[in-house]
């Protein structure tokens, strides 16, 4: 699992990446308006760096458990064991929802090849993307999560570790 944390450090600094370009380009929409220059380009930008900030920071959220939780069942159940296997069955859940969105995905962005982004001009297979690499790295982060309970490794919550 060492390369699935050098995976989680990639996707870690390329969603830091991604968010500080984010606010690059929002400070730039904000400073705009004060000034007689316009970018217009600057509103579709930002959604599709938001998008793929959240694509590379999901898995690593599955796999680290940062994600929001009821546990109220998960708390009632009697041994660890069974909270792992209540884990996985969560974790198969996402797994399967992933081939779906995969599948669907790919579909969808197939019909992005006929339309292109209104202000950048860039075709809109590279934003419908986001779908099928998301669901991807689910994929495969749902099933290393399911590794990583079963072999009693359990993954740190600190802002730091990235």
């Known amino acids: 699992m060492k390369l699935m944390n050098k995976v989680d450090k990639v996707l870690g600094i390329i969603s830091m990446l991604l968010f500080a370009a984010l606010l690059s380009v929002?400070?730039?929409?904000?400073?705009?308006?004060?000034?007689?220059?316009?970018?217009?380009?600057?509103?579709?930008?930002?959604?599709?760096?938001?998008?793929?900030?959240?694509?590379?920071?999901?898995?690593?959220?599955?796999?680290k458990n940062e994600f929001i939780?009821?546990?109220?069942?998960?708390?009632a159940l009697p041994t660890l064991k069974a909270q792992r296997i209540y884990e996985s069955v969560v974790s198969v859940g996402i797994a399967v929802f992933s081939v779906f969105l995969f599948i669907y995905g790919i579909q969808f962005t197939g019909l992005g090849l006929d339309f292109y982004a209104p202000t950048l001009g860039i075709t809109?297979?590279?934003?419908?993307?986001?779908?099928?690499?998301?669901?991807?790295?689910?994929?495969?982060?749902?099933?290393?999560?399911?590794?990583?309970?079963?072999?009693?490794?359990?993954?740190r919550n600190e802002v730091d570790d990235i």
């Open 124 to 155: 809109m297979v590279y934003v419908y993307s986001a779908i099928p690499i998301l669901a991807l790295l689910l994929f495969i982060y749902s099933i290393v999560y399911i590794i990583d309970r079963y072999r009693g490794i359990e993954q």
């Open 26 to 63: 929002v400070v730039i929409q904000i400073l705009s308006r004060y000034f007689p220059i316009e970018f217009t380009w600057t509103e579709e930008l930002s959604r599709y760096l938001f998008v793929y900030s959240m694509v590379t920071a999901a898995p690593v959220a599955l796999r």
């Open 69 to 75: 939780t009821v546990d109220m069942i998960i708390t």
